[in-house]
Structures are given as structure tokens and as C-alpha cells.
């Protein structure tokens, strides 16, 4: 694995080492001792899955307030999406600020998405799907988030959204977050 780091401290984009022969090809997508190499954490106890009907799907942005915050492996298994995080942690350096990349089944990269930040995407194909590693449980009472158009964080979204969640679009600009 390629561990890239983003100008975001503590968040890193991971493409495969793929060996490849007249099968395809094989590659490891988590190995413990590389991860806390780097002091990442690898405790992770839920895995999920969002399947997504509709190119321009978009959800987000989404994060879980301590003591229940996050750390996240997002994935891209089928289609592909615009994966976007902004760091949220008071005092960062990179506070506000956000990075966005291309997952997808074709590319094999994952996002590794540090507590603290906020995490969303937007399908960019029909029928894709999404497969996170998380650290923490899902907890309803601790779930929050920020627009994904909040003009604070000015995200540059590929095109603006064809489907959007209630909840998503509900969701308060970051000045107004608890």
C-alpha cells in the first residue's frame, strides 16, 4: 500500500501495490503493522455499507461528537464517488479546511478519515457503492453534521446534488453547529 499523505494532518489517501498477472490482480487493503506505523488507528469495529442508486447522490457531511468520534477506511467497491473531508478539530491548523478525491471500483483507493473530520461524497455513476471501516459504533445521539454547501467551507463539489437526504439538507452551517 501507498500511503499519500493530504494536506490534511492525519488523513491519507491509500492506493494498492497490485501484482497483477493474467487473473488480475492481488493486493492487501489493510495490514495492521503499516497502519500503526504510522500512527493510525486500526481498532476499527463496524463495517458498513451504502449502496447508492443514482449518479449525483450526495451524503454528507456527517461525523459523530465525542466521546463517540470516528476514525474511518472509506472505500469505494462499486462506481465511483467524490469523497470529501473537512477537518473539524478546533485549533488544527488545516481547521475548515477540506480535501476531496475520486474513489472508485476502477482505482482501488480508499480514504483514511481521522476523528474530528466530517465526511461525505457524491456519486459520480449510477449504483455505487460504499464501504467504510469505522472505529467506533454508530451512536443516533452523537451523530452531527455541517452542509455540504456551507460557503465556510467553500467545497467544490463536482456539480450540485441530484439526490439529497431531508436530514442532509436540514443539516446546520457550520457557525451554527453545537
Same mark, same amino acid.
Given at each position: ?13 491509500? =492506493? ?9 490482480? *492481488? ?21 458498513? /455499507?451504502?449502496?447508492? !442508486? ?6 454528507? %457531511? ?32 488545516? =481547521? ?13 483507493? %480508499?480514504?483514511? /478519515?481521522?476523528?474530528? *473530520?466530517?465526511?461525505? *461524497? ?7 457503492? /460504499? ?8 451512536? !443516533?445521539? !452523537? ?36
Amino acid at each position: 500500500m501507498r500511503f499519500i499523505e493530504t494536506k490534511l494532518g492525519g488523513a491519507f489517501l491509500i =492506493e494498492l501495490d497490485r501484482i497483477e498477472d493474467e487473473r488480475g490482480f *492481488f493486493a492487501r487493503s489493510f495490514a495492521r503493522d503499516e497502519f500503526e506505523g504510522r500512527g493510525l488507528r486500526t481498532d476499527f469495529v463496524q463495517s458498513s /455499507v451504502s449502496y447508492n !442508486a443514482r449518479s449525483g447522490t450526495l451524503r454528507g %457531511m456527517h461525523f459523530q461528537a465525542s466521546p463517540h468520534a470516528e476514525t474511518k477506511l472509506v472505500r469505494c467497491t462499486r462506481g465511483a464517488i467524490f469523497d470529501v473531508i473537512v477537518d473539524l478539530r478546533l485549533g488544527s491548523p488545516t =481547521e475548515r479546511q477540506w480535501v476531496g478525491a475520486e474513489l472508485g471500483a476502477d482505482n482501488h483507493r %480508499m480514504l483514511y /478519515v481521522p476523528e474530528g *473530520f466530517a465526511h461525505g *461524497f457524491v456519486t459520480l455513476q449510477d449504483q455505487s457503492e /460504499v464501504f467504510y471501516e469505522i472505529t467506533e459504533y454508530y451512536n !443516533a445521539e !452523537a451523530a452531527r453534521g455541517v452542509r455540504w454547501d456551507d460557503p465556510a467551507l467553500g467545497i467544490d463539489w463536482p456539480g450540485p446534488p441530484g439526490v439529497l437526504s431531508a436530514r442532509d439538507r436540514a443539516l446546520p452551517l457550520l457557525q451554527s453547529r453545537p
